[in-house]
Structure formats: C-alpha cells, structure tokens
T-cell receptor
Framework: DGGITQSPKYLFRKEGQNVTLSCEQN?????MYWYRQDPGQGLRLIYY???????QKGDIAEGYSVSREKKESFPLTVTSAQKNPTAFYLC????????????FGQGTRLTVV | GQQLNQSPQSMFIQEGEDVSMNCTSS?????WLWYKQDPGEGPVLLIA?????ELTSNGRLTAQFGITRKDSFLNISASIPSDVGIYFC????????????FGQGTTLQVKP
C-alpha cells in the first residue's frame, strides 16, 4: 500500500543523547516535511525539503538536523542541543506545487528521560 | 511564522448536534485544507478547497472557502462519538515557499 511510514511509534532516550526518527514514503512525492506537536497545541514546522539533497529550516529548526539523500526518505535527528525534545513528531509529504495536500505518517512519540 | 487563527479552541457537544468551526488569516489564501487528527495518530485530510466561494461536502462534513479568501469554515452535521478529535485548517502562505501552515486546531469532544 502507498503511504508514509514513520518508525518507531514510541521512542525513549536519555537526556543528552542524539536520536534519529525515520520517515519513508512510497508516494513518489517530491516534498517532505517534519512537524512537532506538543500536547494541546498545533503543528510547528521543523524542516522541509522540496528536492533531494536540499532542505530548508522551518519555524523551530534549532536543535534538529535532517538529510535528504533519497527521494523516499527524510530522517530527522533530534540532537542534544534541543532543550525540550519530548514531543509528538509528524512527518508529511506532498507533490510539489503551492497548496498541495500533505499526507501524514502515524507519528513518533519521543520521550526523553 | 505566520499562523492561521482557528476558533473555537475546543468544543464539548452532545451527540446529534451540529458543529461549526472556522479559520481566518490576515492574508489571502488560494487553498484551504481541513484535517482531522485522532488521538495519537497523524492528521488525515478531510476536505480540500481551491476556489473562493467553493462549498464542498464529504459525508456529514461541509467546508466552504470564504469569498474574501481570508477564511474558511467547517461544519459537521449530526455529530457522533467518532467525530472526537482535533480539527486543523491549513494552507500555503502567500510567500510561496512550498510549505503549509496550520491553525492551532479545534478540539472536539462528543458526549454520547
């Protein structure tokens, strides 16, 4: 089935450790996005990519890094520089035109202890 | 960053009631998208609107693209318990950066 797969669903890490969240899509979409969601709040854009080997910072990029080596994959690394990393992380993809509908993965809930 | 303003922030209604929520922007939008997020899941697209004044239905859901292009409305008729969740509006900002921005969401609770 076509779609976006995020893994793992739940992730626990110790404070100070880097952690990488996986996002894979087989929809042949050019654009991919990472959002962060905190309890009771909306979606905030971390990074987005419109083409392989290129990406742009969103509104809250500090403490995060991404790569886009393949069209299908857009992993997000939460670094130790992120001061409050515990959150629900959502990956999305879309075709590349303004106003395109984004399709979301199931999300990864990261808890840092 | 630019935001879309959604209201109300939350609603607690009785099963069978109709629901209305809206989304406004200070800038003109060419597309309005409405998503629903179930607890612990990713948002799912409900309705997409592409033309000012457009009225589109999806089952019990009806959404409208405001004539000023600065707002959109979502109505749910005869609510049922599975309507519970967070409803988000979204759209591309005028800056044409290729990204979507989202409203803060409207949390809906339905009492059986």
């Amino acid at each position: 089935d076509g779609g976006i797969t995020q893994s793992p669903k739940y992730l626990f890490r110790k404070e100070g450790q880097n952690v990488t969240l996986s996002c894979e899509q087989n929809l042949n979409h050019d654009a991919m996005y990472w959002y962060r969601q905190d309890p009771g709040q909306g979606l905030r854009l971390i990074y987005y990519s419109q083409i392989v080997n290129d990406f742009q910072k969103g509104d809250i990029a500090e403490g995060y890094s991404v790569s886009r080596e393949k069209k299908e994959s857009f992993p997000l690394t939460v670094t130790s520089a992120q001061k409050n990393p515990t959150a629900f992380y959502l990956c999305a993809s879309s075709i590349l035109y303004r106003g395109a509908e984004a399709f979301f993965g199931q999300g990864t809930r990261l808890t840092v202890v | 960053g630019q935001q879309l303003n959604q209201s109300p922030q939350s609603m607690f209604i009785q099963e069978g009631e109709d629901v209305s929520m809206n989304c406004t922007s200070s800038s003109i939008f060419n597309t309005w998208l409405w998503y629903k997020q179930d607890p612990g899941e990713g948002p799912v697209l409900l309705i997409a609107l592409y033309k000012a004044g457009e009225l589109t239905s999806n089952g019990r859901l009806t959404a409208q693209f405001g004539i000023t292009r600065k707002d959109s409305f979502l109505n749910i008729s005869a609510s049922i318990p599975s309507d519970v969740g967070i409803y988000f509006c979204a759209g591309p900002p005028p800056s044409n950066t290729g990204k979507l921005i989202f409203g803060q969401g409207t949390t809906l609770q339905v009492k059986p």
